[in-house]
């Protein structure tokens, strides 16, 4: 029996975990490269999960293209956040709050556009698959592998593009040292581009995910973004390795905290989490203290 | 062929003040040109502004008969401005093979970034050594060395070295410097700023000495030796 | 500005605020300047921890929440007037933010913004997810905090038996004296020493901290000072409108504030309260068209920081320094 159950919460925390590293790492490498907290990054979840929606159900394409449209428009919309607002702002000495405020705006933006597209009541997510498979005596749905094989996958990619290839090199290195990355030939601005579209995108793809379990709705995206941000705090900003590994586990807390508390209040021990762990390391259990030069 | 690094009538500075005042400078397209000059006068901002990093800059630069004013940093990379930069801004948590790859970053660099790996490493076989290490973790002079030998994978035309000897302990400094003297005799063009005048001048063809954002004196290494009053007024002796 | 000018700026608006209601004596019109005046007292102070002190804090609202419900929960619980309830419950409110406060001491930046949004957070849902009933009295199943519908029927300001027909006007100029006591004060703490300390923290860290400027301690002030009129006001907005629910912590009421701050100039002493004018105004204009309104706000808000990131009294005053 407890053996069931240890497996329930470790099926459904993995799942959990999953989808929220994907929406974490996007937050992570935008603060890791530009400096810059995304409060639109529930409003992209939003549109990733409608887009998806929209595709399969208005548009009647097959699920592969579902997840396409809403990669698409995440990857769009980080595009349209650095072109439209983000490369004004570099230059401002206090950009690191003056684009927090922004992007505020930009999240009502958002929101209020799903609203007005779509309606304010909650849908059912069509990018669904049917079935379940026996782990010993407990079921898990299909959806659940899915969504872990998925998240697992576009890991997997984004580690490969930050490691492995030039222009992931370049992300790096922009992040590390802004300047000497320029004096390599690198053209930040066009990775402050790629980096919020991949982030966009990333962040979609966590829409539908998570939509798939819960519905859709306009304001779906500002309970997972709040949780992405825990992560963030608790891996050290801009830490995306360290977020991978604090979005598993987190997820797996979450799934014992709700079984053990019930769903009220697992978000709310959560959230207590991350004010103690503030508190206790101010840069995060994995961030290193910034040293203030004068 | 003439051509080189041309200056004429750059002012450059932060904010509202300029801290160069109308250089004229020209950089043969051979050789070791050095600057020289007490700190905080202006050395940096120069290479800074040759290679785009000043957002206040007026005048002209002109690499090869190429104007490079107006353009933008990543592009005077590509036009062959190859700015090894003050202290060391190594990429630090990134492997000494990944900074290397990041010095051949743009595209014509990167298709022969290979033979050019092969060269650095025949140069400074230390770099070969440490490839898989991180950056943060090498000493100060490896970390020198990794910034010089990131500049060289870049392939440039000319190469803008800040202060090769900063902080660094004699025997490291030699070991630089002795890099710098390879790097001269097999035909590419250094301009070199420092504070420290001993080691560079043994060097430099030609020596220009800028105090208060204007070249105040210009000769050749042998002439500066010669004139022991201006070490004496600008470095104090 | 010279405090000649500040006083005339001064003087000048408030005559204007005391005549509008005798003027038109409309109800609704009444209603909606006295709730400008309270979210023109809150951004004000807001102003004093993100303008003045450079604390990015998104908990002031979620102040403005703790004076509310203090304010609501002392009259529901222990049938006190509201007019004791009121100052008790900003004291209260004071001691929530040095708390809050102490938790930031610490951090950078950024992870303020998201300390302070997490503590609104909790705040939000304790209220919301706590649906045991706490007393069953009245209207039957009620949670100690009142849960999702909130708290009503704790009492009044007493205006009615009062002024009859006007007793908005009383409301009115109750929180037209909040707003220009919170003016003054930020006004005083703005040129006062508490000021001084930040800017010199802000231009020059290091100078600052070699004459033994202590970020710390000018920071707990901060946060201890501005909160006072934050809880005022939100246990006036309680007061005001006789319940209180836990709307005061939607991000949308959030959102408008901020917007208030940046329209106005972010760091001025006018430029929040401005900005409070403005957007009520232009809340009012948008009214028929609802459904956009959130959409402008929104990119108001974006143009704003983009084009004029010091909102439009720093734009009076570059133009003054230009023509200087």
């Known amino acids: 029996m407890t053996l069931d159950i240890l497996t329930q919460i470790i099926a459904s925390g993995l799942t959990l975990g999953a989808m929220y590293a994907v929406s974490t790492v996007g937050l992570s490498l935008v603060w890791g490269s530009l400096g810059m907290l995304n409060l639109a990054h529930g409003g992209l979840m939003a549109f990733g999960g409608y887009s998806a929606y929209y595709a399969m159900g208005a548009l009647g394409l097959p699920l592969p293209a579902g997840l396409l449209a809403a990669i698409l428009m995440g990857g769009l919309l980080g595009a349209l956040t650095y072109h439209g607002a983000v490369r004004f702002m570099l230059r401002q000495k206090a950009f690191e709050t003056n684009v927090v405020i922004a992007t505020v705006g930009l999240a009502f933006v958002l929101e209020n556009a799903v609203l007005k597209l779509f309606g304010a009541q909650a849908q059912r997510q069509p990018l669904q698959v049917e079935g379940a498979i026996q782990v010993g005596n407990v079921v898990v749905p299909l959806q659940n592998i899915l969504i872990l094989a998925t998240a697992l996958l576009l890991m997997l990619l984004v580690a490969l593009l930050l490691k492995k290839s030039r222009i992931g090199r370049a992300v790096r290195a922009t992040a590390m040292n802004r300047e000497a990355a320029q004096l390599m030939g690198v053209r930040v601005g066009q990775i402050y581009a790629l980096v919020l579209m991949l982030a966009g995108a990333l962040a979609a793809v966590s829409g539908v995910m998570i939509s798939s379990l819960t519905g859709l709705s306009p304001g779906m995206g500002a309970d997972p973004m709040l949780k992405a941000f825990i992560i963030c705090v608790v891996a050290g900003l801009g830490n995306v390795y360290g977020a991978v590994s604090a979005a598993l586990a987190l997820g797996l807390i979450e799934a014992l905290a709700q079984f053990v508390l019930g769903v009220r209040f697992g978000f709310a021990t959560l959230l207590l989490i991350v004010i103690v762990v503030l508190i206790w390391r101010p840069n995060g259990l994995f961030g290193r203290q910034q040293v203030t030069r004068l | ?237 | 500005m010279s405090w000649r000018g500040h006083l005339i700026v001064g003087l000048l608006s408030l005559a204007i605020a005391v005549a509008l209601p005798f003027v038109f004596n409309i109800n609704y019109l009444v209603t909606q300047v006295t709730l400008a005046f309270i979210y023109g007292t809150v951004v004000t102070q807001w102003n004093l921890v993100y303008g003045v002190a450079g604390i990015f804090s998104l908990a002031q609202m979620a102040l403005f929440a703790v004076g509310a419900y203090a304010a609501a929960m002392l009259g529901f619980y222990f049938g006190w007037s509201l007019w004791i309830a009121m100052p008790v419950a900003a004291l209260i409110t004071v001691v929530v933010s040095v708390l809050i406060g102490l938790a930031c001491l610490r951090l950078r930046g950024p992870y303020v913004a998201l300390l302070t949004l997490a503590i609104a957070q909790v705040l939000y849902l304790v209220i919301v997810n706590d649906t045991d009933c706490y007393t069953t009295e009245g209207s039957g199943c009620l949670p100690f905090f009142g849960g999702v519908r909130g708290l009503t029927r704790f009492g009044e300001l007493g205006f009615r038996e009062w002024l009859g027909e006007d007793w908005r006007l009383g409301n009115y100029f109750v929180a037209l004296a909040l707003l220009a006591l919170a003016l003054i004060f930020s006004a005083v703490i703005m040129r006062g020493p508490l000021g001084l300390a930040f800017r010199a923290l802000r231009d020059n860290p290091g100078l600052a901290r070699s004459r033994g400027i202590s970020r710390f301690k000018y920071q707990i002030w901060v946060f201890a000072l501005s909160a006072f009129f934050t809880g005022l006001a939100g246990a006036f907005y309680a007061a005001n409108y006789e319940s209180i629910g836990p709307t005061v912590f939607s991000f949308s009421l959030l959102l408008f504030l901020i917007a208030m701050m940046t329209v106005g100039g972010i760091g001025t002493l006018w430029g929040p309260l401005l900005g409070a004018i403005l957007l009520m105004g232009t809340d009012e204009v948008l009214r028929d068209y609802q459904e956009w309104r959130d959409i402008g706000l929104g990119l108001l808000l974006v143009f704003f920081v983009i084009l004029l990131p010091q909102g439009l009294v720093g734009l009076i005053n570059w133009r003054r320094e230009r023509v200087d």
Request: hydrophobic content about 45%.
């Open chain 2, 1 to 237: 062929m003439s051509g080189g690094l041309e200056m004429a009538n750059l002012s450059a500075g932060y904010l509202g003040r300029d801290v160069l005042h109308e250089l004229s400078l020209s950089v043969p397209a051979e050789g070791l040109t050095a600057i020289i000059g007490p700190n905080g006068h202006g050395k940096t901002t120069l290479l800074r502004a040759i290679s785009g990093l000043v957002p206040r800059c007026s005048g002209a630069i002109t690499l090869d008969g190429r104007p490079l004013q107006g353009l933008r940093p990543d592009a005077r990379v590509a036009a062959g401005v190859v700015h090894v930069p003050q202290g060391d801004m190594v990429f630090a948590e990134m492997t000494v093979l990944d900074n290397l790859l990041m010095g051949a970053y743009l595209p014509a660099a990167a298709r022969s970034a290979k033979e050019r790996l092969e060269e650095v490493f025949a140069l400074l076989p230390k770099l070969a050594e440490r490839r898989g290490q991180i950056a943060s973790t090498l000493s100060g002079g490896e970390r020198r060395m990794l910034g010089i030998g990131r500049g060289l994978m870049a392939d440039g035309r000319v190469i803008l070295l800040d202060e090769p000897s900063l902080g660094l302990a004699p025997i490291v400094i030699e070991q630089i410097y002795a890099l710098i003297a390879q790097l001269k005799n097999s035909g590419r063009t250094l301009l070199v700023v420092e504070e420290n005048a001993a080691r560079v001048v043994e060097l430099a063809e030609a020596i220009h000495l800028l105090d208060d954002g204007r070249f105040v004196w210009s000769g050749a290494g042998a002439e500066l030796m010669a004139r022991p009053e201006i070490l004496e007024t600008y470095f104090g002796g």
